[in-house]
């Protein structure tokens, strides 16, 4: 499609939703009965309700029309096929590989990646099976109860978003803890509760050269040496990276480093060795049933067609309200409580991929891209910020995710969280009119003057879009089949905008000026050359500090 192909599309789009503007989705649902069978679509067994959106068919066939328009499928098949469509950075983008079952090969420059990959699987699972059954101990001999991972990004959310959705499946007498932040804090508040005799790091970090990760791996290694010696380290430190030779230099033995390789983006690399910690938490088996999970939602986003593929119409819907409507905000609410980390795990996901503003060929977009992603999970937000998705003055398209079966057996709580899940969609979808809200307020005996003041304050809109997902229970299979399900999307969405989602330029400055602004803030440089405002905080900072 040329450049201009897409901003008329986006400008037909807007067409569309003017028209139907004038069609609120309550007035959609009671003209059609078959509406939800109409506008929901499964993948294995997780069920994807799209029918309380702005949407009808003709809306549907344009998206569907214009993800043709743009290639989806194409690119779709390039990135499979090993292409480098992470243009600026000249590499393939194959998180698929990492949990592709099949007997195929799976090709990069080439090479068949495959055998790598099996490789380093199964080094995950001698050495996870080990620290669980106590083959592997610490120095002193005693057996690990704590494994810390020290990294941060892509290479702390994943593995920390998962081993806290899957806690069903770990041992109490086997803790994961995740440090990411440079702020001491996270560090000490994580070691005060620990005994180096039983603790094991491992050190997350592609590149192993990011500056948190470096110091707080730095810290730990002198916690450590400082209670068992120098000689300890090798015990209690491992390392997961593509960058083998830094590893080494920082002291960790050779048969403890894992590696992955530049094919896989740190957002996307959970299914990595990155997931050691998760393994070692839950199990190898559950690890692996994790990448199934996810392998089969790839087969089904790389074969199922457009009009039934989850990830496609998530995507495309996502694109219809950023493009079409202008909202820019995007809410993920899990049901589940174990999925409290989601959001989080998202907004690196997503935003890091397609925040960006200049398309593959390097000119400006000339339209929005990448969602403000945030949420938190229901019943919490209810009582927060739900006020403003239902009243407040913007739009906010929500997921809801819900399993139909809680891991425990505890009633009445599951129906509860069921039925408030159901209440917030129906709510948003349906709203409440003026004439509703008097009739509610007569039956409650109010009179004409109180019902006139107060009607206004409790008339809900309504026709708020959103999606609802339904999986049986939040297994590690599910829970592999949504991420990925989440990542298709992303990539569905960055081909539309026309940007490289594999990139992320956007965190560099920052980096560069924190590693700059050092010195000065340690009081051993000038400051002379920075803003008014920098140096205001600068002068402030050091005078609080005397
Ligand atoms: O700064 C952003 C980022 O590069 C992320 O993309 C990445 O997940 C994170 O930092 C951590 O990087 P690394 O795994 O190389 O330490």
Redesign the pocket.
Known sequence: MAKTGRKATFAALEKQAERIAGRPMRVMFAEDPNRFRRFSVKAGDILLDYSKNRIDEEVMDALFAFARHVDVEGRRDAMWAGEPINSTEHRSVLHMALRYHGADPVMVNGEDVMPAVRETLANIKVFSNEVRDGTIRGATGEQFTDVVNI?????DLGPAMVTLALEPYTRPDLRAHYVSNVDGAHMHDTLKRLDPKTTLFIVA???FT?DE?MTNAATARTWLSGALGEEAVNDHFAAVSTNIEACKSFGIKEDRIFGFWDWVG??YSVWSAIGLPVAIAVGFENFEKFLKGAAEMDSHFLTTPLERNLPVIMGLIGIWYRNAWGFATHAVLPYDQRLSRFPAYLQQQDM?SNGKSMTLSGKAVNWSTGPIVWGEPGTNGQHAFYQLIHQGTDVIPCDFLVAANPQEDLPPHHAKLVANVLAQSEALMLGKTEREVEVELKAQGLDEDAIKALTPHKVFPGNRPSNTIMYPRLTPETLGAIVALYEHKVFVQGTIWNVNSYD?WG?ELGKQLAKALLPKVEGNAEWKDHDASTQGLLAYYHELRK
Not at 151 to 155: A, H, L, P, V, Y
């Open positions: 990294g941060i990004g892509g290479s970090s592609k590149t990011t990760t740190g957002r890091e992320q965190v």
